[in-house]
């Protein structure tokens, strides 16, 4: 992404990611641990959540979205990059140094079940923030802790209850209201709704959505879920093998789709209208997604896309707006999606012995 490019969505940035990287080595030996290879998790990710905005971030299970949110939250230390927070880098800060910003941000954790100690009544979880952080005395925090759990939707009166004496959606409204606990500016919400019931997901997106409008909060929203993401987001980044491929405003990105991976997320995507759903023709990505640990040359999507073509193997496409696109569209692809053309019916030219490598 170009420096003016990010300095255009990045002018009000509550928090921004500069070139950011993420491996993980992957060591064998017994005694003598060697390094014999490394998991591309997030390669060259840039972009900006400006405050007070939704930014969804969407892509196939292992596309590197939750890694990125552990990086931007520093709860995982970046290979290279940046991770600046007002303005700030906080990408090498110590655990003591980082910790001031950590009030300001929190994260609500996609499993309800697995995210909250069994063993712990809801009270206590919901303060542990007051705790680490020595707001108030013990004393003090409890009636702050039913202030958290009523605004949430849940009876104070339960402060004393364990987790497993609370359904899926109470759990979540749980770890809703320990991530509010000290007022946070940014929210990142990894998956907030994937484990809940149709019903309940709805219940817990209308409480993420007063929740903002009420204290002003800025969230990084995660889901591989295109039709909840277009509910919640102001913008969308695609992600796809640890790479950003389209980023654009919501409706801009629902309505004129121009990566090809992108129109293929939107063409299984769940519509309400039994007409459309019926009308939609489905675009069926070839092969399987290559390994993060060997992952293709070139534009990574290449060896499922089917406008794949040689400049694709050879090249990394930029990330930036395609001609005819406003500049808040970008799209790291080298031949972008036109309006009304069927992805069905194109092939790509690829030999296909080029395209597994």
Do not use: W
């Amino acid at each position: 992404m170009s420096d003016d490019t990010r300095a255009n969505e990045s002018g009000e940035a509550l928090i921004e990611v500069r070139a950011a990287v993420k491996h993980f080595p992957i060591k064998q030996g017994v005694i003598v641990k060697r390094e014999v290879g490394r998991v591309h998790a997030v390669e060259g990710v840039s972009l900006a959540v400006r405050r007070g905005e939704t930014l969804g971030l969407v892509g196939e299970t292992g596309c590197g979205k939750s890694t990125l949110a552990r990086c931007v939250t520093r709860l995982h230390q970046l290979t290279s990059g940046q991770i600046l927070f007002e303005g700030q880098d906080i990408t090498g800060l110590s655990r003591s140094q980082v910790r001031p910003y950590r009030r300001r941000m929190q994260m609500i954790f996609q499993d309800p079940y697995g995210s909250l100690n069994p063993r712990r009544r809801v009270g206590s979880i919901i303060g542990d923030p007051f705790a680490i952080h020595g707001e108030g005395e013990r004393d003090e925090r409890k009636p702050k802790v039913q202030e958290l759990m009523e605004l949430v939707g849940l009876n104070p009166e339960h402060y004393n209850r364990f987790p497993a004496e609370f359904s899926g959606g109470q759990r979540q409204r749980i770890g809703v209201a320990r991530a509010l606990a000290l007022k946070p500016s940014l929210i990142v919400a990894d998956e907030p709704v994937s484990a809940l019931d149709v019903s309940i997901q709805a219940q817990i997106i209308n409480l993420l959505d007063d929740l903002q409008q009420e204290f002003g909060l800025t969230y990084l929203f995660i889901s591989h879920d295109l039709s909840v993401v277009r509910h919640v987001s102001d913008r969308i980044a695609v992600m796809y093998l640890g790479q950003v491929v389209e980023l654009a405003d919501s409706e801009e990105l629902h309505g004129r789709p121009r990566h090809p991976y992108t129109n293929a997320l939107l063409s299984a995507a769940s519509v309400a209208d039994p007409d459309q759903a019926a009308a939609r023709q489905r675009i069926v990505l070839t092969g399987d997604v290559p390994s993060p640990v060997a992952p293709p040359s070139g534009c990574r999507f290449h060896p499922r896309c089917p406008k794949a073509q040689q400049i694709c193997v050879e090249q990394v496409p930029a990330l930036k707006a395609r001609s005819g696109d406003p500049d808040t569209h970008l799209t790291a692809c080298h031949f972008p999606v036109e309006p009304g053309e069927d992805l069905t019916r194109v092939t790509a030219t690829i030999p296909e012995e080029e395209r597994a490598e």
